[in-house]
């Protein structure tokens, strides 16, 4: 299990949100922590700060117009 996933196993979030495809969203104050969990833990995490989801929003709003 990489560092990444630990890490994301010891975020105090007061709240995770399931948005589909075993996917997960937590807030930790500033960023976003995504994870793919296999029911019982996360094996997977990305966390996104605040630039990088701006990227992320102007992609998909890019892509939406093609």
Excluded at 1 to 11: E, F, G, L, N
Excluded at 55 to 65: D, G, H, S, T, Y
């Amino acid at each position: 299990m990489s560092r990444h996933v630990r890490a994301v196993d010891r975020v105090d979030c007061t709240e995770k949100d399931y948005i589909g495809d075993g996917v997960y969203v937590a807030f930790d104050g500033y960023g976003y922590w995504l994870t793919a969990e296999d029911g019982s833990r996360a094996t997977d995490a990305i966390y996104l700060e605040p630039t990088v989801l701006r990227a992320l929003v102007r992609f998909v709003e890019r892509v939406k117009a093609c």
